[in-house]
């Protein structure tokens, strides 16, 4: 494993919304698909803590879709993430999270540690000269940041052709490009549920109406505006291989895991994927990752799974698993369905949750570990994120690996339910954070 700075050779531009809701993932999926026809090898990556815009993605470019988050990896983190992507592709389009400047981790803080320009995609479906002076407000906004952000160019979502994207393409101001639309077309929005958009895998957007919203793209003047990271990445954190091997379930209740923990595992130990949901038995394991997903989709399933009793009886022997959010829901007593339905789990876990009709949380989250566990020793501090649409009812007597500094948790100051070597979060960890690092030498123990 080298120990040489990570060379800033992939060339990328940030693809940040005035809000939610404008068409970021659409037009993420439009430019990529423009830069493929033009001979590109484009690669995505997502600003911010989200699984399900990256699956988009993932099912139109059949690559990774990294995630790029300062709290969750860290500076260094981000930037080594970031770099990773010149495997796959030649240049990188990063979607952003809400709106360009909104949360304490935003998007403008992403493009603006990664020295990438911004090209901000504004919903033109009711609007024209206004989408114009729209840019110009979040150009001239950059100057109140205490970090260099470069809203550089304007992408117009939902807009027509003819005079309405030529009025407002003469209206740009001179400061900025205009990079072109994305075209109202069906097929083009992707339908949405609790947790968000449905999945890459699930409804993924048209291709027809893909490619027609592709040639509405100004891929010379994006390129133009696409440039390299001029820091390098720090060197990677050593990966010494080791002979765990490590159980990952994958199927839809548990899709919910970061590219840099895959690759990361996949570095550090031999992976054994297995569907639960399909009846795939436990595998020969040292240790076991349920991440989250949609349990309650398929509660009914997993509770006839033979995979769980498998678990359950490995768990109480001593094997290290490590259980997020829908994993954590699955490692306890029981879950209740929206429709309120009882379904039982692993029993690993001393505690049983519901599922509700709103987030419950929503949030980067800081844990300080108060004991030896799995994914941390005693006194490190882990950062993750949480979003949830589940209850939990933990056991009085019930020990917690971590204190809550920052999120939720399962109480609202605890989270990492510990029984054996078993913890089960509500908080999902990404690779940089160390936290899978500390799993595979736990499983060497």
């Known amino acids: ?13 940030v693809l940040a919304g005035t809000a939610s809701g404008v068409g970021k993932t659409v037009a993420t999926l439009a430019v990529c698909r423009a830069l493929e026809r033009e001979g590109r090898t484009p690669v995505a990556a997502k600003a911010g803590p989200d699984f399900i815009d990256p699956s988009h993605h993932a099912a139109t470019l059949e690559t990774p879709s990294r995630t790029l988050d300062p709290w ?6 981000l930037k080594r993430t970031y770099a990773r992507g010149a495997r796959d592709g030649d240049v990188c389009v990063v979607e952003g999270m809400m709106g360009l400047y909104d949360g304490d981790v935003s998007t403008a803080a992403v493009a603006a540690k990664l020295d990438l320009p911004v090209v901000l995609v504004v919903d033109a479906a009711a609007g024209m000269e206004s989408v114009a002076a729209t840019a110009l407000g979040f150009r001239a906004y950059a100057d109140r940041m205490d970090y260099d952000v470069d809203v550089a160019g304007l992408l117009a979502a939902r807009a027509r052709g003819g005079r309405h994207e030529q009025g407002i393409a003469d209206a740009i101001p001179v400061e900025m490009h205009y990079v072109g639309r994305t075209p109202p077309l069906d097929g083009l929005e992707v339908p949405e549920r609790h ?26 003047e994006l390129l133009r505006l696409a440039r390299r990271p001029r820091v390098d990445a720090p060197p990677d954190r050593p990966a010494d291989p080791t002979d765990v091997t490590v159980a990952v379930a994958t199927d839809d209740a548990f899709k919910f895991v970061y590219p840099s923990v895959r690759e990361r595992l996949a570095a550090r ?5 297995f569907a639960p949901v399909a009846g795939d038995d436990l595998p020969d394991c040292d240790a076991v990752y349920l991440p989250g997903g949609y349990p309650e ?8 799974a033979p ?6 009886d490995r768990a109480a022997e001593g094997l290290p698993v490590v259980g997020e959010c829908g994993g954590t829901m699955v490692l306890g007593e029981t879950l209740t369905t929206a429709d309120g339905d009882d379904h039982e789990m692993a029993g690993v876990l001393p505690v049983s949750t519901t599922l509700t009709d709103r987030p419950v949380a929503l949030d980067h989250v800081g844990l300080r570990a108060r004991r030896d566990s799995p994914v941390a020793s005693a006194g490190e501090t882990v950062r993750g994120h949480e979003f949830h ?16 500094v920052r999120g939720a948790g ?9 029984e054996h070597r078993t913890v089960g979060t509500y908080a999902h960890f990404h690779a940089e954070s160390g936290a899978f690092d500390a799993f595979v030498e736990s499983a060497r123990r």
């Open 195 to 220: 947790l968000g958009l449905h999945g890459g895998d699930e409804a993924p957007v048209d291709e027809d109406a893909l490619d027609a919203a592709a040639r509405h793209v100004d891929t010379a």
């Open 389 to 404: 649409y589940s209850a939990a009812t933990a056991a009085p007597d019930a020990r917690y690996a971590f204190e809550v």
């Open 72 to 77: 969750l990896a860290d500076d260094d983190g």
């Open 297 to 304: 989709r398929h509660a009914a399933a997993i509770a006839d």
């Open 1 to 13: 494993m080298t120990d040489a700075p990570v060379p800033a050779d992939l060339p990328g531009v």
């Open 307 to 312: 995979a769980l009793s498998s678990i359950a």
């Open 269 to 273: 130990a031999t992976v054994e994927p």
């Open 410 to 418: 399962v109480d609202g100051a605890n989270d990492g339910l510990l």
